[in-house]
């Protein structure tokens, strides 16, 4: 079965269809940049630029990059914050004319390591986290997701902690792969402290070069190991999550 995926990210809003027995995409991706400000609307219309680019009439599992509940938007850290308290899936579906599915993208993200990546058939306690802008969680208690977790705005030594050791804090402060690495430490262990989880598995674009800062990770218990699915997890992982709500 295919569903439609579609990722909205800070820079970028991706989409194709997902072949969902394999968890990979049917077709090449289509990107369009996301617009600045990042308002509902215009997002809106850069979801079904990208939809309309395939000839697709069936449901769309879109991510958010916030929480997300009952299909609403209720936090935009890092997108506008007319978001917040948005009917976010109403407006998509009315857009698309199209049945909408609407989850965090770090949740979607984690749907698809959990089945397809790096997570498979893991049992337990495993959190998946992205780094990018933000810093994205999807806390798995074996194999069940518990949603909307927001362990990226966790404070670390006073400060939101995505703002001290997302990708974005790297490369804004151009720090040093061992530096931004320290960060990442003192992060995961604070969120270890609290989960004990048996896996981290580490996702967004950062997970290519996991061979950089993984190994310089010490004093953390957890097994840690990056995603498998990298750009491609959220796309697949929202279609996931549509397909859920097609019996
Ligand atoms: C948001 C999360 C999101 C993460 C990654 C954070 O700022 O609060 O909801 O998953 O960024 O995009």
Not at 62 to 80: E, K, L, S
Not at 230 to 238: H, L
């Amino acid at each position: 079965m295919q569903i439609f995926g579609v990722d909205i990210g800070g820079s970028g809003i991706k989409g194709a269809p997902v072949d969902l027995d394999r968890g990979d995409l049917a077709q090449e991706r289509q990107k369009v940049l996301t617009p600045h400000p990042a308002i509902p609307e215009d997002v809106a219309a850069c979801v079904a630029e990208v939809v309309g680019r395939f000839d697709w009439s069936g449901p769309v599992g879109i991510t958010f990059p916030g929480v997300v509940t009952d299909g609403c938007t209720r936090t935009a850290a890092n997108v506008d914050k007319t978001w917040i308290d948005t009917d976010a899936r109403g407006m998509l579906g009315d857009r698309l004319g199209l049945p909408v599915t609407l989850l965090n993208d770090a949740d979607a993200a984690g749907i698809a390591e959990m089945t397809f990546g790096a997570g498979r058939g893991r049992k337990g306690t495993v959190i998946v986290l992205t780094f990018g802008t933000g810093i994205g969680s999807a806390l798995f208690v074996d194999g069940k997701l518990v949603p909307n977790t927001e362990l990226g705005h966790l404070e670390l030594n006073g400060h939101d902690a995505e703002k001290h050791a997302s990708t974005k804090a790297k490369e804004d402060e151009e720090l040093s792969w061992h530096h931004w690495a320290h960060r990442v430490q003192k992060y995961l262990s604070h969120v270890e402290m609290l989960f004990s989880p048996e896996l981290f598995v580490i996702g967004g674009g950062v997970s290519r070069k996991a061979d950089k800062f993984l190994p310089l990770i010490e004093h953390v218990r957890a097994e840690m190991v990056p995603a498998e699915l990298q750009n491609n997890a959220g796309i697949v992982g929202a279609a996931m999550a549509a397909s859920d709500t097609v019996a």
